[in-house]
């Protein structure tokens, strides 16, 4: 069992920057690849980012690529999304994800475990 709970979310202008953090409890957290998703209100939860279980590999959406940087800390059982050049489009609810495995997957529906979300807004 692992339990997630992302921080860091706000208000911020275009252009601007955020870190959100997500900490993890429970046993074995470097067993497990990790992934940022976002919903948008109206619309489906999209994958943002992922990162393996040892750091060592990471992917990012299209749409963020070159602007967020996905890192972890295995000792201190958390994961991050540092967020750079913000737009008003990356206005969403952010969710981390964990799933038992080396890779993190691009598809929600293959993750074990979610944290409840945190809001960020960017305002143009």
């Known amino acids: 069992q692992v339990q997630l709970v992302e921080s860091g979310g706000g208000l911020v202008q275009a252009g601007g920057s955020l870190r959100l953090s997500c900490a993890a409890s429970?046993?074995?957290?470097?067993?497990?690849?990790m992934g940022w998703f976002r919903q948008a209100p109206g619309q489906e939860r999209e994958f943002v980012a992922g990162?393996?279980?040892?750091?060592?590999?990471?992917y990012y959406a299209d749409s963020v690529k070159g602007r967020f940087t996905i890192s972890r800390d295995n000792a201190k059982t958390a994961v991050y999304l540092e967020m750079n050049s913000m737009k008003p489009e990356d206005t969403a609810v952010y969710y981390c994800?964990?799933?038992?495995?080396?890779?993190?997957?691009?598809?929600?529906?293959?993750?074990?475990?979610w944290g409840q979300g945190t809001q960020v807004t960017v305002s143009s």
């Open positions: 994800a964990a799933k038992y495995s080396w890779f993190a997957p691009r598809s929600q529906s293959e993750y074990d475990y």
């Open positions: 990162i393996g279980r040892t750091g060592g590999s990471t």
């Open positions: 429970g046993r074995s957290f470097s067993m497990y690849a």
